[in-house]
């Protein structure tokens, strides 16, 4: 199995894309097998995953992202990957793939874009509205339970 190890380290710095990406399926399907494998490479596995991430080849970055998964469900500790948080989250962001008619994403969107803009007086709703819709259903409710309301047929 070391071996095998050797052999993937020694690719990784191959100019293929093809060769970059079975790097990166071959780092994850060892990680998800044997995680003890790699604890002495960690450090620079993470980093050579961070920069597979932002590849050229979109395939190499897909394949990339891949292996934060098989990390998270290893028995290896989050705390080498908390270092390198604050890269790995915009960078797994940005390679997001999003649908474009999502009405979600665009819904988020659009509120992002209006951030910066004030609201305007119909986008304000009235607080004391809900608060006395919702005392006139508590009182309904209570006139109901004591026989005083309601239908009574």
Not at 9 to 18: F, I, M, R, Y
Request: with cysteine.
């Amino acid at each position: 199995m070391l071996f095998c190890l050797q052999a993937v380290l020694q690719l990784a710095t191959d100019e293929s894309p093809g060769v970059r990406r079975e790097v990166c399926i071959a780092f994850c399907q060892l990680i998800s097998v044997h995680p003890e494998l790699l604890q002495n490479q960690l450090p620079q596995l993470i980093e050579y995953m961070l920069a597979s991430n932002q590849d050229s080849d979109e395939e190499v970055a897909l394949e990339a992202a891949e292996f934060w998964l098989a990390y998270c469900e290893s028995e290896l500790g989050i705390e080498l990957l908390q270092p390198v948080l604050n890269r790995l989250i915009p960078i797994l962001m940005k390679n997001m793939i999003f649908d474009e008619y999502d009405e979600e994403v665009q819904a988020a969107e659009e509120a992002e874009l209006q951030q910066d803009q004030p609201d305007s007086d119909k986008d304000i709703r009235p607080t004391h509205s809900k608060h006395s819709r919702h005392q006139h259903d508590n009182n309904h409710v209570e006139a109901t339970a004591n026989g005083e309301g309601g239908d009574s047929g």
